[in-house]
């Protein structure tokens, strides 16, 4: 009888446990980084809008409003990542995002 080459089943059953066990630590990692993407958008995104909201008063002279930053294209959404709106106060301050 010749004699084959290839995997014994307690080879295969130690790899299938080496990724079970990598697959078990790194999932939860992930779902972690998720929401602290998220809260970095949407920190980022108040940050763009209210840099945006000053650059309009200086060009047009007057305090804007979301709708006036989104029409003269200064901003494109005003939606974070989490579904969140990012808004300004009647003094052209960001406001913290609200569902």
Do not use: W
């Amino acid at each position: 009888m010749k004699k084959q080459k290839g995997f014994t089943l307690i080879e295969m059953l130690i790899v299938l446990l080496v990724i079970t066990i990598l697959l078990l630590v790194t999932i939860p990692n992930i779902a972690n980084h998720s929401s602290n993407i998220q809260n970095k958008g949407c920190s980022g995104l108040r940050n763009m809008i209210s840099a945006q909201a000053e650059a309009y008063r200086m060009n047009k002279e007057k305090v804007p409003t979301i709708a006036d930053l989104k029409t003269e294209g200064y901003i494109k959404s005003n939606k974070c990542p989490d579904g969140s709106e990012v808004t300004l106060d009647t003094n052209g301050a960001v406001v913290e995002a609200s569902k």
